[in-house]
């Protein structure tokens, strides 16, 4: 298993060569990070009607940034996996995009 930084990086390094800019898989780093903790609070406790609507935000910036590039994704809500996979429906195949710090 490899540190959290060196994950990070092959991530970022994965999604610069999907065609994404590099301001832009920061930010879907970022997003990732966000959506994440989201799901472990739905999980854990459940979420504030405010929650829901910040969460629900984060997953709009998400589709209009990807969509820009032309690209599929699912966002999933199980906090045990990775909240967003990029391309394939078959999660195993799918790029996915890094929750990490």
């Known amino acids: 298993m490899c540190s959290m930084a060196k994950a990070k990086r092959e991530n970022l390094r994965d999604l610069v060569k999907l065609g994404i800019s590099v301001g832009d898989a920061f930010s879907l780093q970022r997003l990732a990070r966000q959506l994440q903790r989201y799901?472990?609070?739905?999980?854990?406790y459940g979420l504030t009607p405010q929650q829901e609507k910040t969460e629900a935000r984060r997953e709009g910036v998400v589709r209009d940034l990807l969509r820009g590039y032309g690209l599929s994704f699912t966002i999933q809500g199980d906090p045990r996996g990775w909240p967003i996979i990029i391309g394939n429906l078959d999660p195993t195949l799918a790029p996915r995009v890094c929750p990490y710090n």
Do not use: L, T, Y
């Open 39 to 44: 799901h472990e609070h739905a999980c854990n």
